[in-house]
């Protein structure tokens, strides 16, 4: 129990354009999901956290606007990057936490990732 | 605010040897702490977790960690290493009534035969 799932695993795209990561609980519902990115050989940095139904949290220095984030059920969440550049380059992972899928307060459920990489 | 210091950036260690890897974090009140396992190109996997109770858990593959509240340590520990444990571990920490979790930098282990 308790997967998430990414798509795709892996993107390349044109600089300027839009890429949508989307990020599903496949058999729980996820009251909270979260966005992170990690760049080669560093830790993981959170850049949102969404609740259904509401509009995401974003951590400081995160821009709101390039990276759209839409939680519209209790199993998907989407990163959507708008404009793409070469620097947005880098592996995205979601996550996803509820009390329904067993998880006890902090514990989230981490999807595969998403390799994005700008040309 | 909770941080993680994960003091060893690298690990090499022989097949069959032990293994231990630090975790140090900060913050006021009793944490949630967590290792977890990332494989190259991979998501992350939950190795353990403690959030109170024993402070010796034991966890999956053949892991177990050891909270430490007056060194503020949690170290992950295994007797005996496989060459599929070559990964990279993160240590991580939550806080009562917030699903954050905060990461360390990341431990990479290497096994060598």
């Known amino acids: 129990g308790a997967v998430v799932s990414q798509h795709p695993s892996r993107v390349i795209c044109k600089s300027g354009t839009s890429v949508k990561i989307e990020c599903r609980s496949l058999?729980?519902?996820?009251?909270?999901m979260f966005w992170y990115r990690q760049f080669p050989k560093q830790s993981l940095m959170l850049m949102a956290t969404?609740?259904?139904?509401?509009?995401?949290?974003?951590e400081q220095g995160v821009e709101k606007d390039k990276f759209l984030i839409n939680h519209a059920s209790l199993t998907l969440s989407t990163l959507t990057v708008t404009s793409a550049h070469p620097e947005d380059s880098s592996f995205y992972i979601c996550?996803?936490?509820?009390?329904?899928?067993?998880?006890?307060?902090?514990?989230?459920?981490f999807g595969p990732g998403t390799r994005l990489t700008v040309l | 605010a909770q941080s993680v210091t994960q003091p060893d950036i690298h690990i090499t260690v022989s097949e069959g040897a032990s293994l231990e890897l630090r975790c140090n974090y900060s913050y006021g009140a009793t944490p949630y702490l967590f290792w977890y396992v990332q494989s190259p190109g991979q998501g992350l996997q939950l190795l353990l977790k403690y959030f109170s109770g024993d402070t010796l858990v034991q966890g999956i593959k053949g892991f177990e960690a050891e909270f430490k509240r007056s060194q503020s340590s949690f170290n992950l520990r295994k007797p005996s290493v496989h060459w599929s444990d070559a990964a990279e571990y993160f240590c991580a920490v939550g806080r009562l009534g917030d699903y954050k979790l905060s990461f360390g930098a990341g431990t990479t282990v290497t096994v060598r035969a």
């Open positions: 996550s996803a936490s509820s009390p329904l899928a067993g998880a006890v307060d902090n514990e989230q459920f």
């Open positions: 058999d729980f519902q996820a009251t909270t």
């Open positions: 969404s609740n259904e139904g509401s509009k995401a949290t974003y």
